[in-house]
Nanobody
Framework: QVQLVESGGGLVQPGGSLRLSCAAS???????MGWYRQTPGKQRELVAV???????TYADSVKGRFTISRDNAKNTVYLQMNSLNTEDTAVYYC??????????WGKGTLVTVSV
């Protein structure tokens, strides 16, 4: 089992940038690591996912603006978010999925994009 703690959320103006971090309690090497987001009344949606040795996958809405990366030595996953707009406002959750398709979730960090 792995525990995940997100950080880096906050208030940013449209066009701005934020970097989210997800620190895991143990090794993430064998996990697919992802970022999801959710707004009130909507389902949680995939933002980006990264597997060791593979090309990351992104939602169409964030392609070219967000970058997911992982540092297995630090057991940490990052989400660099650029050119933020109001539609990016959401609670962002870190996810770890193991080879048995068991999912682990963090508690989330709020990103608010507003003037």
């Amino acid at each position: 089992q792995v525990q995940l703690v997100e950080s880096g959320g906050g208030l940013v103006q449209p066009g701005g940038s934020l970097r989210l971090s997800c620190a895991a309690s143990g090794s993430i090497f064998s996990y697919a690591m992802g970022w999801y987001r959710q707004t009130p009344g909507k389902q949680r949606e995939l933002v980006a996912v990264i597997i060791s040795g593979a090309v990351p996958t992104y939602a169409d809405s964030v392609k070219g603006r967000f970058t997911i990366s992982r540092d297995n030595a630090k057991n940490t996953v990052y989400l660099q978010m650029n050119s933020l707009n109001t539609e990016d406002t959401a609670v962002y959750y870190c996810n770890a999925r193991n080879y048995n398709a068991i999912n682990y979730w963090g508690k989330g960090t709020l990103v608010t994009v507003s003037v």
